[in-house]
Structures are given as structure tokens and as C-alpha cells.
């Protein structure tokens, strides 16, 4: 058993006094923070305290973003709010011309800039202003944050521009406490013709550089400290990575006055998809782009920093907040999968998912199969359990020459991300997803895990009809699975998937770790996962990745790598189910049970059963710069903070080493929201005061026993 110090130390100073700082800190409170729009002259401005956007109406022009909380000015000089390339020609949405100097925007310059000779002449019009409406239905199905909320709160604004045979449209949305604005255009065919849109950019920004480099740029770039993403992310378990072929940050050649000698300086960021998307939009139709989404935050603070990303996908994929404990069954034997059921419902798991090699084929239409699968979901939705099965799409063999992606270089399969991967638009493809939207319906299954999503190959092949060929291959083949994603959110169906879909409509994905590193030596493996905790949670609010714990071998590693039985490895497993659950995160719980006894099964009733009465807290946000990375050496722990939960803060401390540790931990409880003096209560109930000094900082001095852990909640 772990033992607290009963003594209280430190940390003193003001701490009774409350923090004007904290009382108007939007990641601690929100609530102030709203969009509201009004017009200055011929500007229409739409701000939240946090963020403001200045778009000129005549000629129309984005000529502003500030950062309020900074009191920074984000863009040098006027831009387009979008372009595209029709017929082969291109067409700009607003933007200005003849700037006198590219390193700053006077606003009496204004009046003198003409609007930009390739901007359609025709004027903008503010149509539409209002809430921001939801991109897609979300039907909750399960336990998740109850500070979500669908759609986001915030303001849309909508500019049309009717440039004869077709219409423009630019949406812009500001949402309330973040400094995030969202951006997409449309295009409307209103003409007899078919119009091709060959390409287009949502947003050229020219933004403030974050360094003056006289000499060339060799490495170590700093980059503008804006987060932008888009919801056309692939291959990728992080954000930025997912959007990488379409934001790109680019040379301004029109900043003549930049410091570096070369015009070098990487301060032009341009969001365009690096390939087509060659669509042809009929009339009467519409063609929209993606989402482009781009946050600024007020300081260059790691902790803050990563704090705001954190809120961003709670505010725009709150679906990412649904955490279910899920057992990965590795047998789909029709008696197994029932056992799986019922050890699930004894201890308090809510999930059971047909793992991969467990034999279940979701491509499997018969009646028969379909029929077993509706009885087995009717039999744990009886017990209070969802369940979902595995399906591979990706880095797989269909009939290479007609149903797998084509190498445009090669004219032959492969060469694709996975080496091989199924064309999403050929026959095969259609027929794979007809299969999985009957599964859904027919068995009311609760659960995808959709491995290898589509990682955005090309294919080179024409398929009519949704195919033209390399050019619109990507936008095809992402449409297609962001409308079943899509689907499956509405219906409540829950996503485990590999990529970054989040914006899509998937839930969760890798926490990140290294497959291999499951078949070390347990006493390794913990302290990987801790690690991989740590590092996951960076970017990711915990229930947004999944960690792994099997439970019989995995990839080798023998009888010191592998948990089961579990009656003999009961200290190994509690100290991984310690550790997930600590850091809020769920793993895929890998084997044949959850517990082979009344010992084991009390073990796991115990862990799961601690995690939900904490489970607010423990799925809020961890605070890096007051955890410590494990190491195996010393002590390390993780803290969680939410400034809207009780307990508002929640501290875990963990042993990995064989001897009884002592340690004075530094506390950062800022983000707690708590100012007074603070009651730090552990298991045992017993109570240590702490007082904050002008920070919102204290220490705790804690003892804990060889291999074991122990918890505090910050009230």
C-alpha cells in the first residue's frame, strides 16, 4: 500500500488572494468569450474577446487577424478569402493589390489598394449571418464529456458574389472561448455548361514572421505560431500531420522589405490541396471544399499551446470525448464472444470489439452470418454491453489490375502508402462499403474498428462513374469514406480508427506506441505506456487515443512478456490498469478474459470501478509541466486539472521501482481554476492543506511503496 507523508510542505505566499489572471484566463473560463459581429465603416468585424477578423466588403479583402489576448496582429498584408482555378483559369475572391509595403498593413492605405486584377469583379454581398449549424449529425450513444455540445456555439458569416454563370460563396465561422476561426468555399453552377474546378486554394495568408533571418534558412525554422488543420486529414495520428499535403508555409516573394537577403523567410501560409481535385460541377450543383480551420494561440507556452489544441477538438469533434472501456475479444467463436459479454457486465467494462485475428469477417453478407451477429448484439445490448468488430480496408490485394489503386508512374498496382491498397471507387470498393452499411443496420452493431483507413493514395485509373482518373482520385476516394464515417457518426456507431478522422466523424486513435514494445518484459511495458501516456496526450485529449495491453503473447516476447494467466501476473496487471486509467485513456484489453478468478475479478470491478466515480477528472486535461515522464528511475506522475469538475484537480503518483520512494512534488494548480488554500485528500481520506503561492503553485511531499501508486484530488 502507498503511504502519504503527513506533513503538509510548502508553498505559501498569497494563496487565499483570488487571481484576476485566472478570472479572465479563457481556458479556465469560457464563458465570456462569445462571437459577435458589427460593422466599422466598411468593414464587418466578427470577434471574442480572443480573436478578431477584419474582411473589407468593397473590394473585398481579409485585412485583419488579432490576436487580443496577445495583442498581436497576425496578418502583414490584405488577402483573397479563396481562389480557384475554373476551366483552367484562375479566380480570386477578393484580395487587394499595390500594398506600398508587405511587412505591415496601415489602414489608410486601404482606400488606395484597387482590388486584385484577378478577382471576380462582381461585388461581395453579406447573405447570411447566424449560429453556427452542425456539419454532420452526432446521436450520443455513450458516455462522453458533458461539456460537449453539437453543434459549436459561435457565428457564421456568408458572403455571396454572383459572377454570372456561377455563384461564390465564402463561410467563415468564429467560435465562442477559442481563438478558432473556420473557413470553406462553395461554388454554384448556374449556368447551361458543366464547369470544371480544376483546383482551388482556401486561404494565402500573408502572416507576420516569427524570426528575421538574415542568412539562409538551414534548419531550425520558426514558423508562425498559428495550429491549422483541415478536415481533408489522412495518414496521420496527429493533426498537423493529416493535413501536411494541403497547409503548407511558403516564401513570399512580395515581402520586399523581409530581412532575409533571399526573401527566404517562411511566412506565407497557403492551405490547397496538392493534387486536383478535378471535379466537374453540373448545373444546378454545388461544389464545396474542404474545412480549413486555424487557431492562434496567445503564447508561445508549450502548456498553453497544447491546451488550446485540446479545447479545439473538444469543441470541433466533441464525438472524441466518448471513452468507452472496451475489451478486444480474440475469439469471434460465437460461445467465446457471450463469455466475453458477461465478464464484461461483472466488472463494469462497456464495450466488447472482435478483434483482429479473432475470425470475424464483417465482409461476410449471408443471412447466416448476419443473423448470428444480430443474436450476439441482442444478447449483450440485453446486458448493458455495445459491441463492434475489426475490418482491414487498407494494405491489402483485391484483383490487383481492377480493383486496386493504379501507380500513375508504373500504370501496375503498388507503390501506394501500404504498398498495395483497394481502389475505393472500383467495383470492389463500392461493393465493400454497400457490405458494411447492411451490417450496421441489419445487426446494430455499436462498434467499427476500420483498420488502415484510406491513407489518401492516388489511383490512376478512370472508374465512371465517380472516376476520372489520378486527378480527382483523392477527393473521390476521401469523399467516399468521410460519407460512411459520417453516417456511422449519426447513427452512434463509435470509430476506433488508425488515422486522423476526428473531424470526419471517427473517435479515437492511436495514443502512439510501438507494436513491438508489447512483447518486452512486463516490467518494461509499464513503463512504455507511461511514457507513451506522457507523450500522446500532448496533442490528444486522453480519450482520443487507445493504448494497448495484451493480455496473452504479442508478437513474441514468451512467458515474461505476456500477463496471462492473470491470477499470477495480478501486480503487473493492476499496475497497467493504474496506469491507463490514471491518465484517463483506454486500452484495448487484448485476450481470451478479463479475469481467470474471484481475485483478478475483484481486481479489475476495483480499478474500473475507481475510474468511473473519477472519471470527469481523469479524462480533463493533463498538465505536462506538472507530470513527470516516467523513466523507471524515480517517482512519476500525472496531473489533471478542469477548472468545471469536482474534484477540479486530481494528482497520480506511481512507483516503478523496487523500493519505497519519497518526493516533494511541485504542483502547477493554475489550471485547476482553485485559489485558496487547497485540500489534497488520498485513499485513505486523509487530508493535507496546501497553499498557493501568486502562481497557483504549492508542493505535496509524498512516500510510495515499492511498485505500487497512489492518487490525490485538489479540492
Known amino acids: 500500500m502507498s503511504r502519504v507523508v503527513s506533513r503538509l510542505l510548502l508553498t505559501v505566499l498569497l494563496g487565499t488572494a483570488p487571481l484576476c489572471a485566472q478570472q479572465s484566463d479563457w481556458l479556465l473560463d469560457p464563458s465570456p468569450y462569445r462571437a459577435e459581429l458589427h460593422e466599422q465603416g466598411k468593414q464587418i468585424v466578427l470577434e471574442n474577446g480572443l480573436l478578431r477578423l477584419r474582411i473589407q466588403q468593397d473590394p473585398l479583402a481579409l485585412v485583419g487577424i488579432e490576436q487580443i489576448t496577445s495583442g498581436q496582429q497576425l496578418l502583414r498584408a490584405a488577402a483573397p478569402l479563396g481562389e480557384f482555378t475554373l476551366n483552367g483559369k484562375v479566380v480570386r475572391i477578393g484580395g487587394l493589390s499595390k500594398q506600398p509595403n508587405h511587412a505591415f498593413l496601415l489602414p489608410e492605405w486601404l482606400a488606395d489598394m484597387p482590388a486584385d486584377p484577378l478577382a471576380i469583379k462582381a461585388p461581395a454581398v453579406l447573405a447570411d449571418t447566424g449560429d453556427i449549424e452542425e456539419r454532420f449529425g452526432w446521436q450520443r450513444a455513450r458516455h462522453y464529456s458533458q461539456l460537449a455540445s453539437w453543434p459549436p456555439a459561435g457565428k457564421h458569416l456568408r458572403w455571396q458574389i454572383d459572377a454570372g454563370d456561377y455563384e461564390v460563396s465564402v463561410h467563415i465561422e468564429l467560435y465562442d472561448g477559442l481563438p478558432l476561426f473556420g473557413h470553406w468555399i462553395e461554388l454554384r453552377n448556374k449556368g447551361e455548361k458543366p464547369i470544371e474546378v480544376d483546383s482551388f486554394t482556401s486561404l494565402r495568408l500573408p502572416i507576420v514572421e516569427a524570426e528575421s533571418r538574415v542568412e539562409p534558412q538551414r ?81 508561445e507556452d508549450r502548456e498553453r499551446q497544447s491546451l488550446a489544441q485540446r479545447r479545439m477538438y473538444r469543441t470541433l469533434a466533441p464525438w472524441s470525448t466518448e471513452n468507452p472501456l472496451m475489451m478486444h475479444v480474440r475469439s469471434a467463436q460465437p460461445d467465446k464472444v457471450r463469455a466475453a459479454i458477461d465478464q464484461c457486465q461483472a466488472v463494469g467494462f462497456e464495450m466488447v470489439i472482435l478483434t483482429f485475428g479473432s475470425g470475424f469477417n464483417i465482409e461476410d453478407d449471408s443471412k447466416k452470418n448476419l443473423d448470428q451477429w444480430r443474436d450476439i448484439a441482442n444478447y449483450a445490448h440485453d446486458r448493458g454491453i455495445q459491441i463492434g468488430g475489426y475490418s482491414l480496408l487498407s494494405s491489402r490485394k483485391i484483383k490487383p489490375e481492377t480493383d486496386n489503386c493504379i501507380n500513375k508512374d508504373t500504370g501496375k498496382p503498388g507503390g501506394q502508402v501500404f504498398g498495395h491498397a483497394p481502389a475505393l471507387a472500383s467495383a470492389w470498393g463500392q461493393a465493400y462499403f454497400k457490405k458494411l452499411y447492411h451490417f450496421y443496420e441489419y445487426t446494430g452493431f455499436d462498434l467499427l474498428e476500420h483498420d488502415g483507413s484510406y491513407p489518401g493514395d492516388h489511383d490512376a485509373m478512370a472508374r465512371p462513374p465517380l472516376q476520372k482518373g489520378y486527378d480527382d482520385s483523392r477527393w473521390v476516394q476521401y469523399g467516399i469514406i468521410s460519407d460512411f464515417y459520417q453516417w456511422c457518426r449519426a447513427r452512434g456507431i463509435y470509430l476506433n480508427v488508425p488515422d486522423w478522422y476526428f473531424l470526419q466523424g471517427s473517435n479515437k486513435t492511436g495514443m502512439g506506441y510501438r507494436e513491438t514494445n508489447w512483447s518486452l518484459p512486463r516490467g518494461q511495458q509499464v513503463i512504455h505506456a507511461r511514457q507513451n501516456l506522457f507523450d500522446g496526450t500532448r496533442e490528444k485529449n486522453a480519450a482520443m487515443g487507445w493504448m494497448f495491453v495484451p493480455l496473452t503473447q504479442y508478437h513474441g516476447g514468451g512467458a515474461a512478456a505476456t500477463i496471462e494467466p492473470l491470477n499470477e501476473h495480478a501486480d503487473h496487471y493492476r499496475r497497467m490498469l493504474t496506469s491507463n486509467l490514471g491518465f484517463g485513456a483506454q486500452a484495448c484489453w487484448r485476450g481470451p478474459r478479463l479475469f481467470d478468478g474471484e481475485a483478478t475479478r475483484t481486481l479489475v470491478q476495483q480499478q474500473v470501478a475507481w475510474f468511473k466515480q473519477y472519471r470527469t477528472i481523469l479524462e480533463s486535461d493533463v498538465i505536462h509541466s506538472s507530470s513527470r515522464r516516467a523513466d523507471g528511475q524515480s517517482l512519476d506522475w500525472v496531473l489533471h486539472s478542469s477548472s468545471v469538475s469536482d474534484p477540479p484537480g486530481m494528482l497520480i503518483v506511481y512507483n516503478p521501482t523496487s523500493e519505497p520512494l519519497k518526493k516533494v512534488i511541485p504542483l502547477n494548480l493554475y489550471y485547476t481554476g482553485l485559489t485558496g488554500p487547497v485540500a489534497a485528500t488520498n485513499k485513505q481520506g486523509n487530508v493535507y492543506e496546501l497553499r498557493l503561492d501568486r502562481r497557483s503553485h504549492s508542493a505535496l511531499e509524498v512516500e510510495v511503496a515499492a511498485g505500487e501508486s497512489a492518487w490525490f484530488t485538489m479540492r
Not at 516564401?251 to 478535378?278: H, I, M, S, W
Not at 450543383?285 to 496567445?298: E, G, K, Q
Open 219 to 299: 534548419s531550425g525554422v520558426h514558423l508562425p505560431n498559428l495550429y491549422v488543420e483541415t478536415d481533408y486529414s489522412f495518414r496521420a495520428m496527429s493533426g498537423a500531420d493529416g493535413s501536411s499535403h494541403c497547409v503548407r508555409w511558403l516564401t513570399d516573394p512580395e515581402f520586399g522589405t523581409q530581412v532575409n537577403y533571399r526573401k527566404e523567410t517562411l511566412c506565407l501560409l497557403e492551405v490547397k490541396p496538392d493534387v486536383g481535385p478535378a471535379q466537374t460541377v453540373a448545373k444546378d450543383r454545388t461544389f464545396s471544399t474542404f474545412r480549413t480551420f486555424v487557431l492562434a494561440p496567445d503564447s
